[in-house]
Each structure stands twice: as structure tokens, then as C-alpha cells.
């Protein structure tokens, strides 16, 4: 399994996941949820899902860990470890809210107005807490 050297989490609990990438460039969307977790392998992250299909990508990852209670709560860390994926100790990581106020920036790029009512609703939240 590659080592992870980029992880941004665009949900962090029901589910939980991360869009991630390996050290050798290949992209994987991480999913938790009813305490079944996948890695599935795609070709690039612009993938698109399709509820025709069972699960979309190749699944090269499964696990079953927790409560089925729990709807999706875990750590990236304990992800990888149930996963068998290797997190490398440098790993460029994007906490939630940080991403979520990454995408508002690009989306409100030409809307200052839009962009400044999406700063105020983020203010007093950590960006970077995981």
C-alpha cells in the first residue's frame, strides 16, 4: 500500500472522509460510515457518483471497526490503521473547515460581498482543528 502524503477532509462525521493522495500521485477517496470503512481508487478526484452503481472506483481498502451507532466518527489516523494505509509523518493536511473555507474563497472569488458573509460565519472556528 502507498504511504499518504496529502489528505483534505471534506466530512467529518456521517460520514467521515477525505479526498487523499499517494506518494506515488495516485488519487483515493476515503469513506467511514456504520462502521464500515473503504479506501476506493480513482483515476483523479474530478469522479462523479453515479447511484446506479454499487460503489463507485475500485475498492482497494475495507474495513469494519465501532459502534454501527457511531454513523462515521474516526480519525484519519485510525483510518489509515484500519485501512492498512501508511500516513506519512509530513502529510500536507486540510482539517474540515479549512477546506470548507477554501472552497467558499474560490467560490466567492468574484462576489466580495458573498465572500465576506461566508467570513463571518466562520469566524470563532478553528479552521485547522481536526
Known amino acids: 500500500m502507498p504511504v499518504l502524503v496529502r489528505a483534505v477532509q471534506t466530512s467529518q462525521m456521517c460520514p467521515s472522509q477525505w479526498d487523499a493522495w499517494g506518494d506515488d500521485g495516485q488519487y483515493y477517496y476515503l ?14 478526484e474530478n469522479w462523479t457518483f453515479d447511484e446506479t452503481q454499487p460503489y463507485p472506483g475500485e475498492i482497494v481498502a475495507r474495513f469494519e471497526w465501532g459502534a454501527h451507532e457511531d ?15 501508511t500516513l506519512a509523518e509530513d502529510c500536507e493536511r486540510t482539517a474540515f473547515w479549512r477546506n470548507i473555507s477554501d472552497q467558499l474563497g474560490i467560490a ?20 485547522d482543528k481536526e
Do not use: W
Not at 109 to 127: K, V
Open 31 to 44: 469513506r467511514y460510515r456504520h462502521s464500515v470503512g473503504t479506501v476506493a481508487k480513482f483515476r483523479d
Open 71 to 85: 454513523d462515521g466518527d474516526i480519525t484519519l489516523e485510525l483510518f489509515c490503521e484500519k485501512a492498512g494505509f
Open 108 to 127: 466567492f472569488q468574484e462576489n466580495p460581498a458573498a465572500q465576506e458573509r461566508a467570513d463571518q460565519m466562520l469566524e470563532g472556528i478553528d479552521l
